[in-house]
């Protein structure tokens, strides 16, 4: 999908559709495309807000792309992980709609804090897809442009981003960039683990007494490495926001529609002036933690498949065959518009450069510093006495 502009609206052109206050199973959960690829016209979250989304064809069809894009080109590089390629990857399978949906949400302006999972929104940023696949295979500290695409470097301090976010955001308001349709606003992504770190818990306070233009979207995939969610909290993780004193609203993280209508609201909210909100996209890790992880080890198979039956791309497919927005083709074009990219992605990998070991002490401070100069030249000393050796 272009990153255009289609509305979050309060209708839909769409045939049949029903309007529901919650969903039947849980009503706490805003849904807009049922498992089943059933269109929910419009739904209202816990404080009213009444969210939908009035897509086009096309639009419907881009965001399917997106999906399988994303889930192919993660897919190919936990392969590469597999294959001694990459030191690591944390995939994002399972999780590709409440990323897509809230990265195609982002407007131009708005500035994203990542975690180390949001391959899905990096590539709704328009940031080549390899980028992230130089850092894991540790040839390059990052890559891209975090001003360039507003989307900041990956954090693997758990939280840690949340605090960037809530600076950065305050800094948005004082510069007075909030309040008209075209105000900036902010996201910050984060995991359900990373809602027990003091920084998430610090950011939502200073976003909070600021009124900081700042969306907390966390991704509670019910895990974090082993640790199911009933180690991190009581309640739902998205009542928390009444505590700070802003609006917290659950959505359904498989639902690349309802992720997309949230976020999209919250963002709007957020560059008008409103205050910071907090999404939780309820969705699963379908993989594991990261390639060093073995899921098997602490969770069983029936609660796997009982995801694997609210699949974020089944459901799409089954809602474009059901409307008739694609034609006989279509499905297999994106197969292999899919496989195409991930063959190019492979390719790409293999032929990065090694870079020369003492390049690693190039970008840790932007001025260098003695400290470090003296360590690189010691650095250098030492890979130059194997000059001339075999080894
Ligand atoms: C401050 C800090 N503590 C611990 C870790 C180790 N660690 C890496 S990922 C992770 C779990 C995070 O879980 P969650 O926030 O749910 O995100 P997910 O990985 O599920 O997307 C932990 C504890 C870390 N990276 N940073
Ligand atoms: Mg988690």
């Not at 690591?88 to 809230?102: F, I, R």
């Not at 003492?358 to 001025?367: K, S």
């Amino acid at each position: 999908m272009a990153k255009g502009d289609p509305g979050v609206s309060t209708r839909s052109r769409r045939a049949a559709p029903r309007s529901r206050k919650g969903t039947g199973g849980d009503p706490e959960l805003v849904q807009l495309l049922t498992p089943e690829g059933e269109r929910i016209d419009s739904v209202a979250g816990p404080d009213g807000t009444v969210y939908s989304v009035d897509f086009t064809d096309e639009e419907y069809r881009g965001l399917y792309r997106d999906l399988v894009l994303v889930r192919k080109l993660d897919a190919e590089a936990t392969a590469l992980q597999r294959q001694g390629e990459l030191g690591l990857w944390a995939s994002l399978l399972g999780q590709e709609a409440a990323q897509v949906g809230s990265g195609r949400a982002l407007r131009t302006q708005d500035m994203a804090f990542p975690t180390y999972r949001e391959h899905g929104v990096l590539y709704c940023r328009g940031i080549d897809p390899i980028m992230p696949l130089g850092l894991f295979r540790g040839v390059d500290q990052g890559g891209w442009d975090p001003n360039e695409f507003k989307f900041n470097m990956y954090t693997i301090v758990i939280g840690a981003q949340t605090l960037h976010a809530t600076g950065y955001a305050m800094g948005v308001a004082m510069d007075g960039k909030t309040g008209t349709d075209d105000g900036e606003a902010v996201i910050a992504y984060f995991g359900d683990g990373a809602t027990s770190q003091g920084d998430v818990n610090e950011a939502f306070v200073w976003a909070s007494v600021f009124n900081s233009p700042l969306v907390f979207f966390c991704q509670n995939n019910q895990y974090a490495i082993s640790e199911p969610l009933e180690r991190q909290t009581r309640v739902p993780l998205y009542r928390r926001a009444g505590g700070f004193g802003f609006p917290g609203v659950r959505v359904d993280g498989n639902d690349v529609l309802a992720s997309y209508a949230v976020t999209r609201t919250a963002l709007d909210n957020a560059r008008h002036g409103q205050g910071p909100s907090l999404i939780e996209a309820y969705t699963y890790r379908m993989g594991a933690h990261t390639t060093s992880d073995d899921p098997t080890r602490y969770r069983i198979a029936s609660e796997v498949e009982a995801w694997q039956a609210k699949d974020p791309i089944a459901r799409m497919k089954a809602f474009l065959t059901k409307q008739q927005i694609v034609d006989a083709d279509f499905f297999a074009e994106v197969d292999e518009q899919a496989r195409r990219e991930s063959l190019h992605l492979r390719e790409r990998v293999l032929a990065m450069p090694n870079p020369e070991p003492v390049t690693m002490f190039d970008h840790v401070y932007p001025n260098g510093s003695p400290l470090l100069d003296e360590q690189r030249a010691k650095f250098s000393r030492y890979m130059e006495s194997f000059e001339g050796s075999a080894h």
